[in-house]
């Protein structure tokens, strides 16, 4: 597989933009049909911020998501990152881009080093640099302890810490991360948001939750949707009661 640099795609015509947010959204729908999974978002996520996407399942976070990491196709609109237009530049968006959905999909016959270094190939990581990423993303999740174990036999925390490092094995610009914290302790959701914080600024990180509570304490700035409309963006150093904001809104 040729490896080309960060910021060219296919023909070498297409750089990214140093000046563009990190990633945006302008009338950007999805439909199904006669349903309508998302309809004309617009948005900007800023460069190194952690921006949360808040709202109840079904709401459309999910499906932006699946776009931004090319899983889906938007059915009208333009959506970029850096940029590079999602459609036109797939290839070189995806190179800047670590996706970590809900689920956490692992191949449970793998142990935690085997996977790490399978997707440290699978993104392009070059030959002589995988055993220093690989290195780099165990020391920085914790996961020395679980280095010989199959993905199998991982807890449900070191699943999503497992998730986590193959989506920064190739040190990317862009974390996307579907509910992060979904499924964990209390004990693991305070080191999960620590972590996510401790990302900002060398990433920008978009996270989705429908917790109030996960969004206010880890994020920059909160969009709100529901039904696949976006009902307002808030900084939330401006906003001293998140629960009265998102009630006003739906």
Partial sequence: MTIMPSDAVPGGISTARADAPAISAIDVSKTYGSVSALDRLTLDVRAGEIFGLLGPNGSGKTTFMRLLA????????????????????????????GYVPESAPLYHHMRVGEFLTFMARLRGVPEREIASAVARVVARLALSAVLDKPTGK??????????????????????????????????????????????????????????????????????????????????????PDLEEWFLSLT
């Fill in 70 to 97: 090319g899983y889906l196709l938007p059915s009208a609109g333009r959506l970029t990152v850096a940029g590079l237009d999602v459609l036109n530049d797939s290839l070189a968006v995806r190179r800047r881009i």
């Fill in 154 to 239: 991982l807890s449900r925390g070191y699943r999503q810490r497992t998730a986590l490092a193959q989506a920064l094995i190739h040190d990317p610009d862009i974390l996307i991360l579907d509910e992060p914290t979904n499924g964990l302790d209390p004990r693991q959701i305070i080191e999960m948001r620590q972590l996510i914080r401790s990302l900002a600024g060398r990433h920008t990180v978009l996270m989705s939750s429908h917790i109030l509570s996960e969004v206010q304490k880890t994020s920059d700035r909160v969009a709100v949707l529901l039904n696949g409309r976006l009902l307002g963006v808030r900084a939330i150093a401006e906003t």
